[in-house]
């Protein structure tokens, strides 16, 4: 079965980096679009960054110039590199395969003022 396990999260100043990682099997990972999700409490789940299967990329305009989505498809791995993180980026992140009902379990990100 499908299986998406991200890692990487935790707590973090403001102005700090992490990079997410989010390693998928049970497909073949280069045929699909990839995507970080988050959510917030009290909010909806959003799209922060996509990328096609071919490396094409999109951003959310909040995150755009700070947040860098890349992927490995010899390992199966796509990726979130955060920087100047803010307090409002405070949500749990959620790995998932675009246009499917494949997701990860989440892993929390917490920004400290």
């Known amino acids: 079965q499908v299986q998406l396990v991200e890692s990487g999260g935790g707590l973090v100043q403001s102005g700090g980096s992490l990079r997410l990682s989010c390693t998928a099997s049970?497909?073949?990972?280069?045929?699909?679009?990839m995507g970080w999700y988050r959510q917030a409490p009290g909010k909806q789940r959003e799209l922060v960054a996509g990328?096609?299967?071919?490396?094409?990329?999109n951003y959310a305009d909040s995150v755009k110039g700070r947040f860098t989505i890349s992927r490995d498809n010899a390992k199966n791995v796509v990726y979130l590199q955060m920087t100047s993180l803010k307090p409002e980026d405070t949500a749990v992140y959620y790995c998932?395969?675009?246009?499917?009902?494949?997701w990860g379990q989440g892993t929390q990100v917490t920004v400290s003022s």
């Open positions: 998932a395969v675009i246009g499917n009902s494949y």
């Open positions: 049970g497909i073949i990972f280069s045929n699909y679009p």
């Open positions: 990328i096609t299967h071919i490396g094409s990329t």
